[in-house]
């Protein structure tokens, strides 16, 4: 199933790296901004996990909730979350079942090689629990963030 701007995002339930179960049903009448990414602690993914911690506050006073996803390990997410002191959760996904739901596993082109991988995205689901924006294969983790809280800003 495909991810579609308007319609309902895929219900998801993961656990956190403190073992606590996430899922979306708990978050109904929030805006989310769910994002995947390979790998912790890596260059693009520091990059990307430090820009949603740096607009933190000003995604707080949007009362939007920000949830990481990966296939890493709890003990993995719990490392990296310490050492760049990152104030929102990180979801496990090992068999990358939301990740595929979401269409942030696939095929995917790596130094001109297909391969099978964990494709950077971001998808907003509004409080109603409806995708509202999608962001397919985010090019610049850097500045992705500041992209995610411009949308917000915007209401788009």
């Not at 494709?119 to 999608?134: A, L, M, N, Q």
Request: charged share 30%; aromatic share 8%; with cysteine.
């Amino acid at each position: 199933m495909a991810i579609q701007e308007g319609k309902a995002a895929p219900a998801f339930r993961l656990p956190d790296a403190d073992g606590n179960e996430v899922s979306l049903a708990d978050l109904v009448g929030r805006d989310v901004i769910l994002y995947f990414y390979p790998k912790d602690d890596t260059p693009g993914c520091t990059k990307e996990a430090c820009g949603f911690r740096d607009g933190w506050k000003e995604l707080q006073k949007l009362g939007v909730v920000v949830l990481g996803v990966s296939a890493d390990s709890a003990e993995s997410h719990r490392k990296f979350r310490t050492k760049y002191r990152l104030p929102f959760p990180l979801l496990s996904d090992p068999d990358r079942k939301v990740m595929t739901k979401y269409g942030a596993f696939g095929e995917k082109v790596l130094y001109g090689k297909k391969t099978m991988g964990v494709i950077r995205s971001t998808v907003w689901i509004g409080s109603d629990g409806k995708v509202r924006k999608h962001w397919t294969r985010v090019a610049k983790a850097e500045t992705h963030p500041e992209q995610v809280l411009e949308a917000l800003r915007s209401g788009v």
